[in-house]
């Protein structure tokens, strides 16, 4: 996967160059590292984040300066930064609910295509609620996606209650012993509070309907947003529960770097990478493969 991320990741890269050039220079190490944060700015790592790594970079390099294992230092320190305590879902057996959310355009029903479509590849039953019924067309771009994947699609009608939508998904998901069901939601504005309690009652039907499931909730981000990514981050962490981020349009943005401030400030786990349109430009995240995709 690695040399198909680092072609995907490559307007990232671009941002980053001015940081490998700093590596390169031959400049003294206070001078590297005094350019290293306006550097990691730039690549929209984030001005907190930014600051951190230098601050780690100072206290681990030492004074005698040692250029060559600069670099390498700052990869780890991005690794350890993209890897918050806790990452990672829940596992065990029985049915999983995945809730999508995130704003309108930040791709959360093509992305919960993508998570369906692997899933079936897999041999898993999958279920998908269109619980978005609020947004022109929702439903109809998750119903054919359905049709595309042979993937059966509970919907309703528009502007119904999203929660409704989901407590038909969830008799339909039990009648047909589904082992996944991905569920659309609305995400009309971030700052609206109606929103949220919309959420936390659908929460609360997946929880009276489908007891013992184990339920994730990913916030999807549109990467090309780069820190308004993050602002959106803060306001859906109001809404409890919330297990990870899929990252989507990686690909087409120079703005990659709002990865490791999402991951830093907000101590949520990246766990998917949205890398196209197809239902097969899905890739999981590592840190690791990520970082080297970036730096090598």
Do not use: C
Not at 225 to 240: D, P
């Amino acid at each position: 996967m690695f040399g198909s991320l680092r072609e995907k990741l490559a307007r990232t890269r671009d941002a980053f160059r001015r940081v490998e050039d700093l590596f390169r220079s031959g400049r003294r190490r206070d001078e590297i590292l005094d350019g290293l944060e306006e550097a990691l700015i730039l690549a929209d790592v984030g001005v907190p984040a930014a600051g951190r790594i230098v601050a780690a970079l100072r206290a681990k390099t030492g004074k005698a300066g040692d250029e060559a294992g600069f670099e390498q230092a700052l990869k780890d320190e991005l690794v350890a930064l993209l890897s918050p305590a806790g990452a990672g879902p829940a596992r065990g057996d029985g049915p999983a609910v995945i809730l999508m959310v995130g704003v309108n355009g930040g791709g959360k029903t093509t992305s919960a295509a993508k998570l369906a479509a692997r899933f079936k590849r897999e041999g898993r039953r999958v279920v998908l609620a269109a619980a978005d019924t609020f947004r022109a067309a929702a439903q109809e771009q998750l119903a054919l996606w359905g049709g595309k994947l042979g993937i059966p699609v509970v919907k309703g009608s528009y502007g119904a209650d999203p929660a409704a939508v989901v407590f038909d998904a969830a008799r339909s998901f039990k009648a047909q012993q589904g082992e996944v069901l991905l569920v659309d939601t609305a995400g009309r504005i971030h700052t609206n509070t109606n929103l949220m309690s919309e959420l936390e009652k659908i929460r609360r039907v997946i929880a009276r309907e489908l007891p013992g499931a184990r339920v994730e909730a990913l916030l999807v981000l549109d990467a090309t947003v780069g820190q308004n990514a993050v602002l959106q981050a803060r306001e859906f962490l109001k809404f409890s529960g919330l297990t990870g981020v899929f990252l989507t349009k990686v690909d087409g943005t120079a703005k990659g770097g709002a990865a490791v401030a999402i991951a830093a400030e907000l101590g949520l786990p990246i766990r998917y990478l949205g890398l196209g349109e197809g239902e097969d430009d899905l890739a999981d995240f590592s840190p690791r493969e990520f970082v080297e995709a970036l730096l090598s």
